[in-house]
């Protein structure tokens, strides 16, 4: 499930182009009116969903999405931009997951290595999308839009993984492209 940067800046130009979950309240700024009255997560949830966003995109030379606090961006999102039944689709998937790891590997998620997480990921990835269940295959693709979305959009993301000038900045209509250069922070 760990993308390579250039997967991860794709993902993202899709996103902000392409659909995902919430686009519709981010783009009309109104909540949907069908949304779970109380949903609540622990810190404890938090911390989970800061090690799978870990495991999606995992230090380097740069920091990765825990560095972000990519769990408590994930929260608030799912909190205030997912209709109901998304929101129960994440909290059902998330469950899911901690039930399915220490089922297939008898170990709690949060007390193996990000390698050992993401090994899990990427089969549970494989097998959901063979999967019959949509919901469960689903609150994957929620947690990879989130944290590409909630790193390539937090100030590590912006300025330590993607070129970052601070706007309003001057105008140059041409540049140079290298090949390997960082893309551009929006």
Do not use: H, W
Not at 29 to 53: M, N, R, T, W, Y
Not at 99 to 118: A, H, L, P, Q
């Amino acid at each position: 499930m760990a993308m390579n940067r250039r997967d991860a800046l794709k993902s993202v130009a899709l996103m902000m182009g392409g659909a995902m979950v919430g686009a519709n309240v981010i783009l009309t700024g109104c909540a949907p009116e069908d949304q779970i009255v109380g949903l609540d997560f622990s810190p404890k949830d938090i911390a989970f969903l800061d090690e799978i966003g870990e495991a999606i995109i995992p230090t380097t030379d740069t920091p990765g999405a825990k560095a972000t606090e990519i769990g408590e961006f994930m929260v608030m999102m799912v909190k205030d931009t997912y209709n109901g039944e998304q929101q129960q689709t994440f909290v059902d998937g998330i469950n899911y997951i901690r039930k399915d790891f220490k089922d297939t590997t008898g170990k709690d998620f949060m007390d193996v290595s990000v390698e050992e997480r993401t090994s899990y990921l990427n089969d549970l990835k494989s097998k959901l999308s063979e999967s019959e269940d949509i919901k469960e295959a689903a609150v994957i693709g929620m947690l990879q839009d989130l944290t590409v979305l909630g790193y390539f959009t937090s100030e590590i993301g912006a300025t330590q993984q993607l070129r970052y000038y601070e706007a309003p900045g001057r105008y140059d209509p041409c540049i140079d492209y290298n090949p390997g250069d960082k893309a551009y922070a929006i």
